[in-house]
């Protein structure tokens, strides 16, 4: 059993393995957002953890039992001061996707709350994801004038490219049995004891189950994924600019007055 924990001043990221589950959990004061800092602790540590020998699932997790994850950091959206600053903060949740997608090992991730923006991205990413029946789900980035280009890959990897078109361009809300019927949850649970249940039993099944099918079962899992590195890049620099203009900053800036 090891426990490492990292901590900074824009939220943490704490690791725990136990007999073959690692489990991996963010946290941030303002509803588990992910400022840069955060995002590249979490990217590194999902690379490292699912390169380990004693590892054969890893589960995902967030702080508290409000919402899942909120998403980017508006703050630091606000003070992004030009291209290159805005394609580096955005390659951050690139680099959580990729580590995710790209870990030998399957992640199930527990989802007790809200899902926003990035974050949804995240829940795409997961092998296996279950949630609490209140986790509804949102791509709210073109209330605030970008897109979500970024997760656009996976989550229309996940929901296909109609239900991702639907998700970007209105914005709104989208319930937890939408989430389910789509694809981004494989399961459904009351609530947060049930949470935990359920997901420790996927991931004492899955390490129990034969490590070389389902490290197998992966790799076909994410065949599709084998462009995104340059694909994200690219996507990175596209909303990197969009989040300078004129539009942006005053969105930003209405969202962060609220």
């Known amino acids: 059993m090891t426990t490492t924990t990292l901590f900074s001043d824009d939220g943490s990221v704490d690791l725990h393995v136990d007999t073959g ?6 946290g941030h004061h303002k509803s588990n957002a992910l400022p840069g800092t955060l995002l590249r602790s979490l990217a590194s540590t999902i690379e490292r953890t699912g390169a380990r020998d004693d590892v054969r699932v890893i589960v995902l997790r967030s702080d508290g039992q409000g919402a899942f994850c909120a998403g980017a950091s508006f703050d630091e959206l606000a003070a992004i001061e030009d291209a290159a600053a805005g394609k580096e903060f955005f390659l951050g949740f690139a680099r959580v996707i990729l580590a995710m997608v790209g870990a030998p090992v399957p992640v199930v991730t527990a989802v007790q709350g809200k899902v926003v923006g990035g974050g949804v991205g995240i829940v795409a990413a997961s092998d296996y994801a279950i ?13 605030v004038g ?8 996976v989550v229309a990897h996940k929901v296909g490219m109609a239900a991702y078109g639907a998700m970007a361009l209105d914005a709104d809300w989208r319930d937890a049995a939408w989430g389910e019927r789509h694809g981004l949850y494989a399961q459904l649970v009351a609530d947060a004891a049930a949470l935990d249940a359920a997901v420790a039993s996927r ?25 995104w590195p340059d694909l994200l890049d690219e996507r990175a620099a596209v909303v990197g600019e969009l989040v300078l203009s004129d539009f942006t900053r005053a969105a930003i800036a209405r969202f962060k007055a609220q």
């Open 146 to 153: 970008i897109g979500p280009f970024v997760v656009g890959p």
């Open 203 to 227: 991931a004492q099944q899955l390490s129990a189950a034969n490590p070389d099918a389902v490290r197998a079962i992966k790799r076909v899992l994410w065949e599709a994924a084998v462009n």
């Open 21 to 26: 589950i690692a489990t991996i959990r963010f």
């Open 131 to 143: 949630a609490v029946d209140r986790a509804s789900l949102k791509l709210s980035e073109l209330a």
